[in-house]
Structures are given as C-alpha cells and as structure tokens.
T-cell receptor, first 117, second 111 residues
Framework: EAGVAQSPRYKIIEKRQSVAFWCNPISGHATLYWYQQILGQGPKLLIQFQNNGVVDDSQLPKDRFSAERLKGVDSTLKIQPAKLEDSAVYLC???????????????FGPGTRLLVL | SQQGEEDPQALSIQEGENATMNCSYKTSINNLQWYRQNSGRGLVHLILIRSNEREKHSGRLRVTLDTSKKSSSLLITASRAADTASYFCATRMDSSYKLIFGSGTRLLVRP
C-alpha cells in the first residue's frame, strides 16, 4: 500500500516570497491533516479536512496560510507571504475516518522541510 | 498550548536495557497515542490507549494510562539501536477531533 506522498521534500525561500506544498493521501482516506513541526517541538495541527470540507482550521494563520482539498483527494497548503518564523517541517497525514470512529491511526508523509531566509 | 508534555526530554541507554518515557496532560481525554519519529521513516503511529483502558501491549511496547493522574508511560523493553528516535505522546479530547502532540522524548540507544 502506497503511503502519504508529499512534495517538495525541501524548499528554501526568502521572506515575503510565496510557497506551496502538495500532499496526496493514502487512497480511500477521507480525512487529511496538515501539521507544522518547528525544530525541537511536536507537530501542531494547522488544518483538518473531511473529504473536501474543513473540520478544524482554528490554528491556521489565515492572513498568510491557505489550504484546499479539491475533489476530496489531493491537498495543497500555501504560505503567502512567508515569514522567518514559518521555517519548519510541514507534515501531511491522512486517516480512514473521522476520529469519532474506532480507527484513529494517522499516517504521516515524509514532510516538506521549509527554510525561510 | 501543549496538552501533553513528555519526560524526560532526552534519554540515553545501552542496547538491551529498557526505556521508559512519561507523558502528562492537562484535560480529560478520549484517547492517548504514542508516535515515533526518526529521519528514516518519518512519524509513525505506535499504539493507542483509550481513556477506559489502563494498560496495553504491542510487541516490546507497554503503555499505561492513569486518568486520575492525567499521565501515561511508554516502556520499550530490550531496546535496540533501531529504537533511536523521538517519541511523542498525542492526546485527543472528547470535545475535539484534533490530536495535540507533546514536545517529545529523544531516545538514544547506544550499541
């Protein structure tokens, strides 16, 4: 079974530039998550989709971050404009169903490491 | 804000020894999960324990949950060099779907 795919793996940009990350979840997984992981910390949820609808985006800095999940499959996360403090690893994860069901395991992609100079 | 906090922040042991990591959290939970992260395999789910469970085993892993103390522990028995990684606890509250991760314990297993 193919895992969660993410691209690019690494990105270096200057502050105030824009950047976009792409995620392809495991086939059949209805729920998709984007996390931000700053060095030395645990992942922090940015946004959660159920199919193509947003379940939770309470910690997404909406003035600069946006995310979409077209057709309930692939997803893109965009930062515009980037700040120095956005340097982090951006992780995408997917799960079969919403966590209210029995199966709650989240499967993570390899992440995109972003460096903002 | 962090819901789960791991202790210790870093742990170094000899191969074959047991490793114990602790996680404390602040509010009532639906379940608590442990994840492992290393450079080779990214973030991987290890085990889930529900609020009405007290102990769970999976291979060399043993997880306990004490809801009265709002704490959990992860025990890795007979550690191997390949267990070297960061270990995170993540909690889900009844009122929310989201997982909140702690800051992790960095485990080094020396060969």
């Amino acid at each position: 079974e193919a895992g969660v795919a993410q691209s690019p793996r690494y990105k270096i940009i200057e502050k105030r530039q824009s950047v976009a990350f792409w995620c392809n979840p495991i086939s059949g997984h209805a729920t998709l998550y984007w996390y931000q992981q700053i060095l030395g910390q645990g992942p922090k949820l940015l946004i959660q989709f159920q199919n193509n609808g947003v379940v939770d985006d309470s910690q997404l800095p909406k003035d600069r971050f946006s995310a979409e999940r077209l057709k309930g499959v692939d997803s893109t996360l965009k930062i515009q404009p980037a700040k120095l403090e956005d340097s982090a690893v951006y992780l995408c994860a997917s799960s079969l169903v919403l966590p209210s069901e029995y199966q709650e395991t989240q499967y993570f992609g390899p992440g995109t490491r972003l460096l903002v100079l | 804000s962090q819901q789960g906090e791991e202790d210790p922040q870093a742990l170094s042991i000899q191969e074959g020894e047991n490793a114990t990591m602790n996680c404390s959290y602040k509010t009532s939970i639906n379940n608590l999960q442990w994840y492992r992260q290393n450079s080779g395999r990214g973030l991987v789910h290890l085990i889930l324990i529900r609020s009405n469970e007290r102990e769970k085993h999976s291979g060399r892993l043993r997880v306990t949950l004490d809801t009265s103390k709002k704490s959990s522990s992860l025990l890795i028995t007979a550690s191997r060099a390949a267990d070297t990684a960061s270990y995170f606890c993540a909690t889900r509250m009844d009122s929310s779907y989201k997982l909140i991760f702690g800051s992790g314990t960095r485990l080094l297993v020396r060969p």
